[in-house]
């Protein structure tokens, strides 16, 4: 008895130490970036570099404040991403509603050959649509951007709402339909309201990846005016020097509102992860 109880807080002891380790290496980085913001461009380049700033300033939040990223490149990243990530959900929501209730020939075939789209990689077709936008004269416009994004995450939320979508009971819809609903009633009715969470979770995941895309930003939106928070980063170096204070608080500054977001939703969204993962 006592072998056990020792065993088991060793085993108690490893598993906590090595979370405690994990979470550590994980925060880190962010953390320094955070420290790293606070300091003037002296403490900065000091050597061994020091974790807390000796002086505490804001400068590098008043360069960007003052600079394109607040004004122009983060109201354009947060347009972009939310509208990206509404335009997908009624595609993905269908599409995932269609696999779920209806068995077509060749619908097992379709669902493969949307998840294998999304193993292809972005860059392979971003040649392809740059050309595209360039006869369209769609380039450093926001609608190019959100076909894009938004084609990009149909795939990828498909199959996440349609695990939503059979874990709801066939018969809530059947008796909605003999109530006199009609099929599209139902699913805006009984369906959607109950897979929600998938829905929220969904949106919540594209958004996010949309907000952090970089590749595409860099390569259809070259104009200021058009430019993503992530692609503006590049204001902040020059040929000789790179003012790390202000980089990363342009970096703090773009983490901000999706963690916020995160923050706020994290209860639907955990509570749609772990019923996914039950109901899959």
């Known amino acids: 008895m006592i072998q056990f109880k020792n065993r088991k807080l060793f085993n108690s002891v490893v598993t906590n130490g090595l979370l405690i380790l994990i979470c550590f290496v994980m925060i880190y980085p962010p953390l320094y970036a955070l420290m790293t913001s606070f300091k003037p461009l002296g403490d900065v380049i000091t050597a061994p570099p020091t974790f807390f700033p000796s002086t505490w300033t804001l400068e590098g939040y008043e360069t960007v404040f003052n600079s394109d990223m607040f004004r122009v490149y983060l109201p354009n990243t947060a347009f972009n991403a939310f509208l990206s990530a509404l335009v997908a959900m009624p595609f993905a929501a269908l599409a995932g509603y269609s696999f779920s209730r209806y068995k077509f020939r060749g619908s097992k075939a379709l669902q493969l050959a949307i998840l294998g789209l999304m193993m292809i990689p972005g860059i392979t077709n971003l040649l392809a649509i740059y050309r595209i936008g360039s006869q369209l004269r769609l380039l450093n416009t926001n609608l190019i951007i959100i076909a894009w994004y938004a084609a990009g995450g149909v795939p990828y939320t498909i199959w996440i709402i349609k695990a939503f979508f059979d874990a709801i009971p066939h018969e809530m819809e059947e008796a909605a ?3 006199g609903c009609s099929p599209l009633m139902s699913l805006w009715y009984i369906v959607i309201p109950l897979a929600m969470p998938g829905l929220f979770a969904s949106f919540l995941m594209n958004f996010i990846g949309f907000w952090n895309e970089f590749l595409a930003a860099v390569v259809l939106l070259s104009s ?4 993503t928070a992530t692609v503006g980063l590049y ?8 003012a ?3 980089l990363t608080a342009a970096c703090i500054m773009i983490m901000l509102p999706v963690l916020i977001i995160f923050i706020i939703g994290r209860k639907t969204f955990f509570q749609a992860m772990l019923e996914g993962a039950l109901k899959g």
């Open 177 to 179: 339909l003999m109530d």
């Open 224 to 227: 200021n005016e058009a430019r």
């Open 235 to 242: 204001d902040f170096q020059s040929q000789y020097e790179i």
């Open 244 to 246: 790390y204070n202000v």
